[in-house]
């Protein structure tokens, strides 16, 4: 079966860096583009950044200059280095792979940023 599992996820202080990571198994990760999503509190889920096959980048706006998603095609991972974190940051981040119309999601890592 088909998965992604986070990882790296935790509290951490204002102005702090996280790193996530997200591994997958069952899949062609070559193929397919991988996204962070977060979704906090009472919010809709949103794109943090994503990284196609081709190693190109999309970030949200309010992220841009703090995180970097990079891919590991050998090793089936994906990473989001997080820095300058502010508690605005504060959700639930997913790992999504998505490739012709086929998406996966995973379960969710927990990421709090607070004093």
């Known amino acids: 079966q088909e998965q992604l599992v986070e990882s790296g996820g935790g509290l951490v202080q204002p102005g702090g860096s996280l790193r996530l990571s997200c591994a997958a198994s069952?899949?062609?990760?070559?193929?397919?583009?991988m996204g962070w999503y977060r979704q906090a509190p009472g919010k809709q889920r949103e794109l943090v950044a994503a990284?196609?096959?081709?190693?190109?980048?999309n970030y949200a706006d309010s992220v841009k200059g703090r995180f970097t998603i990079t891919r590991d095609n050998a090793k089936n991972t994906v990473h989001l280095q997080m820095n300058s974190l502010k508690p605005e940051d504060t959700a639930v981040y997913y790992c999504?792979?998505?490739?012709?119309?086929?998406?996966?999601w995973g379960q969710g890592t927990q990421v709090t940023v607070s004093k």
């Open positions: 999504k792979a998505d490739h012709a119309g086929t998406e996966y």
């Open positions: 069952r899949i062609i990760f070559s193929f397919y583009t």
């Open positions: 990284i196609k096959s081709g190693d190109s980048t």
